[in-house]
Nanobody, 115 residues
């Protein structure tokens, strides 16, 4: 059974930092790409960051230079470290992966950035 479980969200002041985690089980973590998406109220879900299975990274323009996506060898977990948070970063953040033509999502974790 494939499971993606996010954690680490919360309330933070503008300019602060948070680190989100997504623990993955049930799939071979080392061969899949991992994505972080977010969805703000009334807006479409958007791709924020991608970690390819080879270690390459891609970011949305809105978060470049502030967010970092990474994993640690030996841990089936992908992280999203967020610095210099802005109120417009407020959203529910989801991790996602695709494996054998199926798309898997976590339950989401709320990030709220106050002014």
């Amino acid at each position: 059974q494939v499971q993606l479980v996010e954690s680490g969200g919360g309330l933070v002041q503008a300019g602060g930092s948070l680190r989100l985690s997504c623990a993955v089980s049930g799939i071979p973590f080392s061969i899949v790409a991992m994505d972080w998406y977010r969805q703000a109220p009334g807006k479409q879900r958007e791709l924020v960051a991608r970690l390819s299975h080879g270690g390459g990274t891609n970011y949305a323009d809105s978060v470049k230079g502030r967010f970092t996506v990474f994993s640690v060898n030996g841990k089936n977990t992908v992280y999203l470290h967020m610095n210099s948070l802005k109120p417009e970063d407020t959203a529910v953040y989801y991790c996602n992966t695709e494996y054998l033509f199926n798309s898997y999502w976590g339950q989401g974790t709320q990030v709220t950035v106050s002014t």
